[in-house]
């Protein structure tokens, strides 16, 4: 389940616009598959998305399928560490989530194969 009480302020405090609708100037989908320790981690429903709140991030997900959409009102670039923050889950050179590099592990990530 996504984490959605600290939404709005993680969207303010990464300059991310909160929406009441989608935009429509950008209109994208893209796919994420995640892999943690060579298991799949299920990228949640409704990142991105407060229903108590009625608003929503221009980066954000409907089911578990790991289907990003960008649905902005301004045509900007976004990131995949835009979508990790939107989501609250640590993404940076060292970290995914928990999973961190050091201790004998190796962390890799990779984009478009």
Do not use: K
């Amino acid at each position: 389940m996504a984490e959605t009480t600290q939404l709005r302020a993680r969207l303010g405090a990464i300059g991310i616009q909160v929406l009441t609708a989608g935009g429509e100037a950008l209109h994208i989908h893209e796919h994420l598959d995640l892999y943690v320790d060579g298991r799949a981690v299920t990228v949640p429903a409704d990142v991105g998305i407060s229903l108590a709140g009625g608003f929503l991030s221009p980066l954000h997900t409907h089911d578990p399928r790991g289907i990003i959409h960008v649905e902005s009102p301004l045509v900007r670039d976004f990131t995949l560490s835009d979508f990790f923050d939107v989501w609250g889950v640590r993404f940076d050179a060292h970290c995914v989530g928990g999973v961190c590099d050091g201790n004998g592990r190796l962390l890799s990530v990779f984009v478009n194969g």
